[in-house]
């Protein structure tokens, strides 16, 4: 298994604004996943963050917009750039090793205002 | 593109009743499928992972198969309890071999004491 940890758990932010959350994970991973899910809906990629190159985003989402880091293989961080009201979602980041089974994060609750 | 649907998207049963969910997904091709739960603003707890060649996997009260074929999976709980009041999401990779995962949208699962 894995345990991962992020932060923050929740936080409010006005509009305009950027949040970076950061997810720490026990032990190395390759990849690590970023989803969005927003009110009332399912889980949805933005992208996966690979150690040492750029992440990969999915369709839809842009790097100017949800910038990834990635500067080792236990930790990653995902900001929110310039936020509107519609990016008021919960974020998980999640883990998988090898194709088995993935692990997500308690996800942070994020509340534009 | 692999796509994923749950159904029913709410249910409500009285406690000590058993219950299906469902999950069907559109490209068959896949290594596994994975059941979480989520509690209201969490995140998500891996349940069951079944692999491709497997038919079913069993944790305590639950019981999830796997039909490749026909696109199918179900997850079965005996005995429900308050506790399990959650969302239920099913998660498949999107094609073949990944470690990103598609989701359904969920089940809501109430159960009344």
């Known amino acids: 298994s894995a345990v991962i940890s992020q932060k923050p758990s929740r936080d409010i932010c006005q509009r305009g604004t950027s949040l970076t959350i950061q997810c720490q994970v026990d032990?190395?991973?390759?990849?690590m996943f970023w989803y969005r899910q927003q009110p009332g809906q399912s889980l949805t990629l933005i992208a996966t963050a690979n150690q040492g190159s750029e992440a990969t985003y999915e369709s839809g989402f842009v790097i100017d917009k949800f910038p990834i880091s990635r500067p080792n293989l236990t930790f990653s961080t995902l900001t929110v750039s310039n936020m509107s009201p519609e990016d008021s979602s919960i974020y998980l980041c999640?883990?998988?090793?090898?194709?088995?089974?993935?692990?997500f994060g308690q996800g942070t609750r994020l509340t534009v205002v | 593109k692999q796509e994923v649907t749950q159904i029913p998207a709410a249910l409500s049963v009285p406690e000590g009743e058993n219950l299906v969910l469902n999950c069907s997904f559109t490209d068959s091709a896949i290594y596994n499928l994975q059941w979480f739960r989520q509690d209201p603003g969490k995140g998500l707890t891996s349940l069951l992972l079944?692999?491709?060649?497997?038919r079913e996997q069993t944790s305590g009260r639950l019981n999830a198969s796997l039909d490749k074929s026909s696109g199918r999976s179900t997850l079965y709980i005996a005995a429900s309890q308050p506790g399990d009041s959650a969302t239920y999401l099913c998660?498949?990779?999107?094609?073949?071999?990944?470690?990103?995962?598609?989701f359904g949208k969920g089940t809501k699962l109430t159960v009344n004491p």
């Open positions: 998660a498949v990779p999107p094609q073949g071999g990944s470690e990103k995962l598609v």
């Open positions: 999640s883990v998988a090793r090898g194709y088995t089974e993935a692990f």
């Open positions: 079944i692999q491709s060649s497997q």
């Open positions: 032990s190395q991973v390759t990849m």
